[in-house]
């Protein structure tokens, strides 16, 4: 089905971040969308006001009469939703158009140059940072991100002029290889979604084929260091970053008084004094292949690299403050989505940077019994860098449970004598008892949730 002979769209699975761009992808064309999903939420709610008929019953009773008709309908859905789900049997059985978000992410973004940006992790903020860079010059851009972009309050851009969309390019479910790429980027490949790939190097394999799907005059970006081995098509150009070397990197970093500062270097030149709105020391490689990106579309000046990235406002739950108390003895919270080993090593030890010498306990949801049974050990090893350590139960989103993975299996492995391990309903009264100095939550859960109900408490 071509996008313009869509009459109306469902979205089964409407509450996901990325399913919500596309709804309002649909509603800015003016076109009637509704859709399920289990729970109701923030994003859900604004959906709803927005113009979008949501649904939380399981049921086919709670799809509105136009959506039952296959004629001129099209359905997206989220390999997060089971397969027993109703509407979604019903559709699939009676000749409904039925489509992943991947595929008509990729149908939208076919006709322009898309800006992918892929990774283990990094490329919620690579891609958000990279769309922030396009906005805030003459050009614009389209963009579809995994995240809620602060002082947009969205996780979608619209224009109806630049050529230019930027993508966050989701390895789940191999979704990334419905794309075609202008410029492609990779800024990690640890591995993850073994549940999906079964081994290290079947998810090896599933990003060099995402390089494969770049056209031929488009460019590809790498991350040093990686296990990777690339696979462009003939034609294509292929460079390197890092926050140290590479074709692409920062020199000169500056760092003190909750600032930091560096030179970007490109290929025959560099464009210096260059201030993170956000100061995260992982955000210097973020940074890096945001410009790298947008320098490769000949739109980059110095006055919009510096002016882009120290106005950038962040995503929300990627290192988000939520309390910071005045003082050198003030309580400081913070909340942060990573929920791989590598990611809450990487999180702890940007804290651990910007709070030299203070008490930091972290506060860890595990995601997915998959992931912790995969990566037990991994995590035990990220966590004992804390000095405190608060485990919940494991967060199971779209999984039955595993017989025998619990939270206990990574628990047991910490290093820390001071660790404990709770249900999530019990973190606020156990956190509000507590003296602590800096406190990290961490993981793609729902244990953010809790944070404001605590910062009420406290």
């Not at 591995?191 to 060099?208: K, N, Q, R």
């Not at 003190?256 to 709105?277: A, C, H, Q, R, S």
């Not at 919270?333 to 010498?357: N, T």
């Not at 606020?428 to 859960?445: D, H, P, Q, S, Y």
């Amino acid at each position: 089905m071509e996008i313009k002979d869509i009459k109306r769209v469902y979205f089964v699975g409407i509450g996901g971040i990325g399913m919500a761009a596309l709804a309002r992808y649909f509603m800015s064309l003016g076109l009637p969308v509704a859709g399920y999903d289990r729970t109701p939420s923030h994003l859900t709610d604004e959906l709803a006001a927005e113009g979008a008929k949501i649904s939380f019953d399981d049921a086919m009773a709670a799809v509105s009469e136009p959506f039952r008709e296959a004629d001129g309908t099209l359905v997206v859905y989220t390999p997060a939703v089971p397969d027993t789900n109703v509407p979604l049997s019903f559709f699939r059985m009676n000749g409904f158009e039925v489509r992943k978000r991947a595929y008509v992410l990729g149908q939208v973004t076919r006709n322009s140059k898309g800006l992918c940006f892929s990774g283990t992790h990094g490329k919620t903020t690579t891609s958000s940072m990279a769309a922030h860079v396009l906005h805030c010059g003459p050009v614009g851009c389209n963009a579809f991100l995994g995240g809620i972009l602060k002082g947009y309050d969205s996780n979608l851009m619209l224009s109806a002029t630049s050529p230019y969309s930027v993508i966050e390019a989701d390895e789940f479910d191999r979704s990334f290889h419905q794309l075609t790429p202008y410029i492609a980027v990779v800024n990690a490949t640890d591995p993850d979604h073994l549940d999906i790939y079964g081994t290290e190097e079947a998810y090896l394999d599933s990003f060099a084929h995402f390089t494969e799907l770049i056209r031929p005059d488009g460019f590809l970006i790498v991350h040093t260091g990686l296990k990777l081995v690339p696979r462009p098509p003939e034609g294509v150009r292929t460079y390197t970053f890092s926050r140290t070397e590479g074709d692409f990197h920062a020199e000169n970093i500056r760092t003190g008084n909750g600032t930091i500062v560096f030179d970007f270097v490109y290929p025959g030149g560099k464009i210096t004094d260059i201030e993170l709105g956000v100061p995260v020391e992982i955000n210097i490689d973020n940074a890096v292949a945001a410009l790298a990106a947008v320098w490769l579309t000949g739109t980059l000046t110095p006055e919009l690299a510096r002016k882009a990235i120290s106005t950038y406002p962040g995503v929300e739950r990627r290192f988000e403050f939520h309390l910071k108390e005045k003082g050198p003895d003030g309580r400081v919270i913070i909340d942060d989505y990573a929920h791989h080993p590598d990611e809450l090593k990487s999180s702890i030890r940007s804290v651990r940077a910007l709070y030299p010498g203070r008490r930091l306990t972290v506060a860890f949801q595990p995601h997915l019994y998959t992931r912790t049974r995969d990566f037990a050990p991994e995590f035990a090893e990220a966590l004992s860098l804390a000095d405190e350590v608060i485990l919940t139960d494991i967060y199971p989103a779209r999984e039955a449970p595993i017989p025998g993975v619990t939270s206990k299996i990574i628990f047991d492995d910490i290093k820390n004598d001071d660790k404990i391990m709770i249900s999530k309903e019990d973190f606020v009264n156990t956190m509000k008892n507590r003296k602590f100095e800096v406190l990290l939550t961490l993981g793609a859960g729902n244990l953010s949730l809790e944070v404001p109900r605590l910062i009420k408490e406290l």
